[in-house]
């Protein structure tokens, strides 16, 4: 999801290809179109199944494991439609057996230990995702980040005082009882302009935020005359 310079794509830069138009489509967006920076293409292995992401504190050897959280890339209803930067998330995610979940923080404490044989000092967040396919949880990609839109799900479920424990981490010294995850269940639903993740006019006004029950979270918005109107 990196573009050829360095910049990220914003989660955009993949394409998931189920016939050989799709395929041929998105290598003239990368090599031709140049939409992604100086043209590279990496081919991966295809998986099947629901996507997971697990989320961990990290200081040199000694982490947290926090709550997983299953986010939503395709545009459209039923996993259909281009990738996107997420349309929505929740968490927990009931569909993680449990052996599924020891599985994949098996590989994340595996991660953990070759970062250290390396000689790697690493302060901050380290995010697995997982592909749950009939032969168990396979690593789609790591992020040295939290996700968008997954931390808008995972972060209302984090108990204790996280400002401490991110101060903790920063200066190497992580505690377990920093962060707790409460039982409390969150959903994030996407709201995008018209014809997102491709071209869209921006500009427009963005209604129904006053009085609003729900957390409201925003992303390339900003105030124009007093009001609130898409920007990106």
Same mark, same amino acid.
């Given at each position: 999801t990196e573009q050829g310079d360095g910049r990220l794509a914003a989660g955009k830069g993949v394409a998931v290809c189920m016939s050989k138009e799709e395929a041929d489509s998105f290598l003239k967006?990368?090599?031709?179109?140049?939409?992604? &920076?100086?043209?590279?293409?990496?081919v991966e292995e295809f998986l099947t199944g629901p996507?997971?992401?697990?989320? &961990?504190?990290?200081v040199d050897d000694h982490y947290l494991i926090l709550c997983p959280a299953r986010d939503y890339k395709r545009l459209k209803e039923g996993d259909a439609g281009p990738n996107t930067g997420g349309m929505g998330v929740y968490s927990p995610v009931p569909i993680v057996t449990d052996e599924e979940h020891a599985t994949m923080v098996e590989v994340m404490e595996q991660t953990v230990a070759?970062?250290?044989?390396?000689?790697?000092?690493?302060? &901050?967040?380290?995010y697995g995702g997982f592909m749950l396919t009939k032969d168990g949880p396979k690593v789609l990609e790591f992020n040295a980040r939290f996700g968008d839109p997954e931390t808008e799900a995972v972060l209302p479920r984090l108990g204790g005082d996280f400002a401490t424990a991110l101060l903790h981490a920063a200066t190497g010294c992580l505690k377990p009882g920093d962060v707790v995850v409460k039982d409390a269940y969150a959903a994030t639903v996407i709201m995008?302009?018209?014809?997102?993740?491709?071209?869209?006019?921006? &500009?427009?006004?963005?209604?129904?935020?006053?009085n609003n029950p729900a957390l409201v979270f925003h992303c390339g918005t900003k105030m124009v005359d007093g009001r609130v109107v898409t920007a990106g």
């Open positions: 967006e990368v090599f031709t179109d140049r939409r992604f &920076g100086e043209g590279r293409l990496l996507e997971v992401s697990i989320f &961990g504190a990290l070759e970062l250290a044989a390396e000689g790697i000092t690493y302060s &901050g967040c380290l995008a302009s018209g014809g997102y993740p491709g071209s869209y006019e921006k &500009g427009k006004v963005i209604t129904g935020l006053e």
